[in-house]
Structure formats: structure tokens, C-alpha cells
């Protein structure tokens, strides 16, 4: 079984923008591309897990998403990184057309598309860690069974650091988490 950073997409890997919809509008955060590189070339596993709820919204289509993420699979190359696996719930349990207006096991805080990868790249929970911009990232983890959970100030984490769980780490940003993760594991 491999080991895996599970990282959230939006206000971690890539600046946060309301629903981010449009290739031209995502930008990574300083460093992130070389930090996941780093991860990389020490053994772990790369997996995105990603609310988009922007989809049940008609906001973007799952179309946009691929696009989104090819894009963002360009601009990890310059820095010799990759995505191992992307996941992606496209639910939101209030709006959006029935085949998306639904409660789902695969919402974070939910930890289905934790799940899922794990079982998808036979990945071990147990020395898996999870890096994300909201608490709702690390629960997602956490019910998923991974231990390790990193929230950084990037994203939403600046406002939810006062509510972080003892044990859980905060780091200024992906690259910071990065390398404490990679300098305790």
C-alpha cells in the first residue's frame, strides 16, 4: 500500500476564487507545484479531493472541471509535479438540477471521495496525511481514517485556524505543510 498527501484544491493548491469556473482564472500559489514535486520524488502519492459544487450551481460543467484540471496538470509539469488522481463531488444537497441536487456520501466533510481513492490507488490511510484550506477538509480525513491533517492560512484557514483541532498542524501555506509533513514522516 502507497502513502498519499490528500490535498483540497481551492485555497491550497491554487488561489481561491468564488467558484472558480474559468481557466484563465486559476493561478497556484506560490511554490505549491515545486512543494508537491518535493512530495513526489520523496514517494507519495498526489490525490486532489474537491467539493465543486459550483456544477450542481451551473456555474461550470463537468467539461470546465477537466479543463480546469488539465490546466492545472500543465502548470504542476513546469515544476515536475503531477496529480496522481483527481476527485471531485459535484453535489450540493439544495440546488442545482435532481441529478446533482442531492445529499451524497462524497460532500467533505463526508469522507467518500477519500474512500474512494484509497480503494482506486490501494493507498493506506494510516500513513496518509490530508492538507486542506477548511476544517471540513481535515473531518473528511479524519472520517476517512487518515491521522495526519495539515489546515494552512491560504484559502479559507486564515479564518478557521481558531477553531483547529488539537493535533492537527497549521502551516502558512502548501509549501510550509509540505515540508513539515515531509520532515516528520
Not at 15 to 29: F, G, H, N
Not at 54 to 76: F, K, N, P, S, V
Not at 82 to 110: M, N, T, W
Amino acid at each position: 500500500m502507497a502513502r498519499a498527501l490528500f490535498l483540497d484544491r481551492d485555497g491550497t493548491i491554487n488561489r481561491e476564487v468564488d467558484y472558480l469556473a474559468r481557466v484563465k482564472d486559476l493561478e497556484l500559489i506560490p511554490g505549491a507545484a515545486e512543494a508537491i514535486a518535493l512530495a513526489q520524488a520523496a514517494g507519495w502519492k498526489i490525490v486532489v479531493i474537491t467539493n465543486q459544487s459550483g456544477i450542481a450551481r451551473g456555474l461550470l460543467t463537468e467539461a470546465d472541471l477537466q479543463d480546469l484540471h488539465d490546466a492545472m496538470d500543465i502548470a504542476l509539469a513546469k515544476a515536475g509535479a503531477s496529480v496522481d488522481l483527481y476527485k471531485f463531488c459535484p453535489h450540493h444537497p439544495e440546488v442545482g438540477p435532481i441529478a446533482y441536487r442531492q445529499v451524497c456520501d462524497c460532500r467533505k466533510p463526508k469522507p467518500g471521495m477519500y474512500l474512494e481513492a484509497m480503494a482506486e490507488l490501494d493507498l493506506d490511510a494510516a500513513t496518509s496525511w490530508c492538507v486542506g484550506d477548511s476544517l471540513r477538509d481535515l473531518s473528511a480525513a479524519r472520517a476517512a481514517g487518515v491521522p495526519g491533517c495539515v489546515l494552512v492560512e491560504t484559502g479559507k484557514g486564515s479564518q478557521q485556524k481558531k477553531d483547529l483541532t488539537e493535533g492537527d498542524h497549521l502551516a502558512a501555506d502548501l509549501p510550509a505543510a509540505i515540508a513539515w509533513i515531509l520532515d516528520r514522516a
